[in-house]
């Protein structure tokens, strides 16, 4: 057999290159402190006196002896996990996360009153041509350091990546907001727990895409289900909770994000949120779902089943989980968006008014065209067109988004037309303008079209050429508009 070493260069150069942002691999080393048992953890990123940036992250876990450390700063450690309850996978996060930020790795760690030491640098490892690293008892400065990050913790583990120069915003202020939006979001199950999270000294909040807390939330399922999902025949329990947001103005909503971009599935393997607004191939996105989000939870043991790489960024659904998601979600979906079509069709129709065409029609009814019917022997009947003069009369109804635009009626020359207010076209038009002149423009173009149909069914055996142009006008009208 030949040696088939990879090169140890080209690979740790490629492995910078994994796919992490900044705020996944920081969350990344937040698992690492939370799996060591760590109740607070401390994030700090500034700029050190070499003019290089420094990211520490400390906590007061269990710390490490030589042998896991030893394993922890190695490429696919082999250090056991509790895939129910651990948030790391695969012994890939301290490296692979630390790198695609800065070229430099020195953990200091604390355990049964022994520091050690431990350093990994990418330039070392690119100059030497093979992967090495530096693991001995801590120096006295390496020492006081631990103490001042962790705050004099008896115990822990304090991570500190220098040589950065992966960072994707050098804007420190914009970057730590972000970083602790994120957090929070990520770990608020933790958080919530009593676990304390910590950047540049501001403590993390626990932010709730599904806003629990709020009593005008609608929770509309949150239950435990047993399902083969890595087919070995037996059940294993995956969680899914449902929630219609709170109807708020336009205003609020957008001020709260309630919209497209985070409506949707928030999963949670281990209580740690590892993707977020997903629609797994289950629904469209749309405005009528924005109220709409999911928490989808399941242990690290479905890893395999689930398709969760090591970076923990998200999941493939197979068959099983996806019908039964299908089943289980799209009753709760459709109720929300029907709640959505009936508030926009309410909001569409507030204020308007119709009878600036109903005027026009009245002024110009002599000139309009005649639909008198065939039955009709004006040399005999002289009252018929006094007593049937040409006008029109707008109403209003609640007729679904699947239904007509608008339906019509003829009372001798007189035509009501009944608009859809819960059809797109009459949410997107008469909800979005004020004009006076465009309103009664397309009320004018809806009454003709509205006597055209009249006239061709006149005496005529073409009522269903009639319903046939109305329900393709309709339904392109929508396809449209959606």
Known sequence: MKDNTPNAGKLIESLRSTGYSNYSAIADLVDNSLDAHATNVKIKIGNSTNNDYLLTISDDGDG?????????????????????????????GLITASISIGRKLVVVTKQHGQYLTAIHDVDEIIDKK?????????????????????????????????????????????????????????????????????VNDKDVLARDPLMLNDV????????????????????????????????????????????QFNQGFYIMRNNRQIARAETLGIFTKHNYSNRFR????FSGSLDGALSV?????????????????????????????????????????????HRGAERIVET????????????????????????????VEFKTSENGRLGSLFEHESYGRKITVTYNIEHPFYQVFFGNTENSD??????CLVYSIAVGLTKITIGQDEQKLADMFSETMSSTLRTLLN
């Open 64 to 92: 490490m002896n030589e042998a896991t450390l030893d394993q922890a700063l190695r490429l696919g450690s082999d250090i056991p996990k509790d895939n129910n309850s651990d948030l790391g996978k695969f012994g890939m």
């Open 294 to 297: 999911a928490e989808l939870f």
């Open 216 to 259: 005008e939330t609608d929770v509309m399922l949150d239950e435990t289900f047993e399902l083969d999902i890595d087919g070995d025949g037996e059940p294993d329990d995956i969680r899914l909770r449902i929630v219609a947001l709170p109807r708020l103005s336009e205003t609020e909503s957008e001020s709260i994000k309630i919209n």
């Open 364 to 391: 110009k009814g002599n000139v309009l065209p005649d639909f008198k019917p065939e039955t009709v022997d004006e040399s005999v009947d002289t009252s018929w067109r006094e007593n049937h003069k040409n006008g």
């Open 438 to 443: 465009l309103i009664d423009a397309v009320d």
């Open 130 to 198: 093979e992967f090495i690293k530096e693991l001995r008892r801590s120096t006295e400065q390496e020492m006081n350091t631990f103490a001042l990050y962790t705050g004099g913790a008896m115990h822990g583990t304090l991570v500190l990546i220098s040589k950065i120069d992966h960072l994707q915003s050098k804007n420190l202020t914009q970057f730590t907001g972000k970083l602790m939006n994120d957090l929070g979001e990520i770990f608020r199950e933790y958080i919530n727990a009593s676990k304390h999270l910590y």
């Open 309 to 353: 790489n090591f970076t923990k960024n998200g999941i493939e659904l197979n068959d099983t989980v996806t019908g039964w998601l299908k089943q289980m979600t799209m009753p709760q979906i459709t109720t929300i968006k029907n709640q959505a079509v009936k508030a926009g069709a309410r909001k569409a129709n507030e204020g308007k008014t």
